[in-house]
């Protein structure tokens, strides 16, 4: 095998580890709510096994991705309308 398969296979795996750790962690937060939500007939339990993992999430994704607009550009461009 050349260096070039090798780092495909290599990325393939990590990305396939990758992947089954967010399923894992996914399907723990589905059981917990699931428990929760079937177990417990008290609206603000639901509420909260349904918000704090939402809260959460939005937290980590605001913070982890670079998704905010560069400020040094004028408002329109940010929008991606063109002023010409």
């Known amino acids: 095998m050349n260096a ?7 990325l393939a795996l990590v990305g396939a580890v ?4 967010v399923l894992l962690v996914a399907a723990g937060i589905g059981g ?3 428990l929760l939500v079937s177990i ?6 639901q509420v ?4 704090v993992p939402a809260l959460l999430l939005a937290l980590v994704l605001s ?5 905010r607009p560069r400020l040094s550009l004028p408002r ?7 002023v010409r």
Do not use: N, Y
């Open 76 to 82: 329109a461009e940010r929008a991606g309308v063109s």
């Open 63 to 67: 913070r982890g991705l670079p998704i």
């Open 18 to 21: 990758l992947l089954w750790k």
């Open 40 to 45: 417990v007939d008290s609206p603000p339990v």
């Open 32 to 34: 917990a709510q699931w």
């Open 48 to 51: 909260l096994a349904f918000g």
């Open 4 to 10: 070039l398969a090798m780092v495909v296979v290599l």
